[in-house]
């Protein structure tokens, strides 16, 4: 069972708008602003998309965009695209035990 | 543009000992503030971190595989090695290191990825 819960998986149609739930604890994403999303296409490895909550690295589409309220992140996508589809994981700091936790991902189909 | 690759044995007796390398291309492995962090994905399952070493050399393992994991450093080739003992068929993943920013905490450069299946 991961740290952090996701749902396993999301849809939308192109051009629409979808939100990826990241629910963690006070002992990760509530208390702590380093919330991480990564992009994986099957058979690639990982993508960093959004990292520090909102930010995004260089060359990442501003389609995708980042927030946190309490103890959830989020990652929207906006004007989605069939390039889009893909799997999602969000990631955190922890204080916990384990320093990294990540969620147990979600598998974003469009339609 | 700093480039990550795996390299090990695909397979692996039960009971025997796993072994990868990542070698870091395009920078320096101990420079800068960074974790150099192995994460393995079982097939059609989610990423679980395994471990990371900072420049420094100290270490921080998954406490559910700590007993059989030792990462290390080795800054003269520019790579980072991965040990877990004792293995048995739920090692059987892809594993996958990555740099950790200790500013963010993010992974930001990713290697490919390599399968290691732990089979007799």
């Known amino acids: 069972q991961s740290a952090l819960t996701q749902p396993a998986s999301v849809s939308g149609s192109p051009g629409q708008s979808i939100t990826i739930s990241c629910t963690g604890t006070?002992?990760?994403?509530?208390?702590?602003?380093?919330v991480s999303w990564y992009q994986q296409h099957p058979g690639k490895a990982p993508k960093l998309m959004i990292y520090?909550?909102?930010n995004r690295p260089s060359g990442v589409s501003n389609r995708f965009s980042g927030s946190k309220s309490g103890n959830t992140a989020s990652l929207t996508i906006s004007g989605l695209q069939a390039e889009d589809e893909a799997d999602y994981y969000c990631s955190s700091y922890s204080s916990s035990s384990s320093p990294v936790v990540f969620g147990g991902g979600t598998k974003l189909t469009v339609l | 543009q700093v480039q990550l690759q795996e390299s090990g044995p695909g397979l692996v007796k039960p009971s025997q000992t796993l072994s990868l390398t990542c070698t870091v291309s395009?920078?320096?492995?101990?420079?800068?503030?960074?974790?150099w962090t192995w994460i393995r994905q079982p097939a059609g399952k989610g990423l679980e971190w395994i471990g990371r070493?900072?420049?420094?050399?100290?270490?921080n393992y998954n406490p559910s595989l700590k007993s059989r994991l030792t990462i290390s450093l080795d800054t003269s080739k520019n790579h980072f090695s991965l040990k877990v003992s004792s293995v048995t068929a739920a090692d059987t993943a892809v594993y996958y290191c990555?740099?950790?920013?200790?500013?963010?905490?993010?992974?930001?450069?990713w290697g490919q990825g390599t399968l290691v299946t732990v089979s007799s």
């Open positions: 990555a740099r950790q920013r200790a500013a963010g905490l993010d992974f930001d450069y």
């Open positions: 006070s002992s990760d994403v509530g208390d702590y602003n380093y």
């Open positions: 395009g920078g320096s492995i101990s420079s800068g503030s960074y974790y």
């Open positions: 520090e909550v909102f």
């Open positions: 070493i900072y420049t420094s050399g100290s270490t």
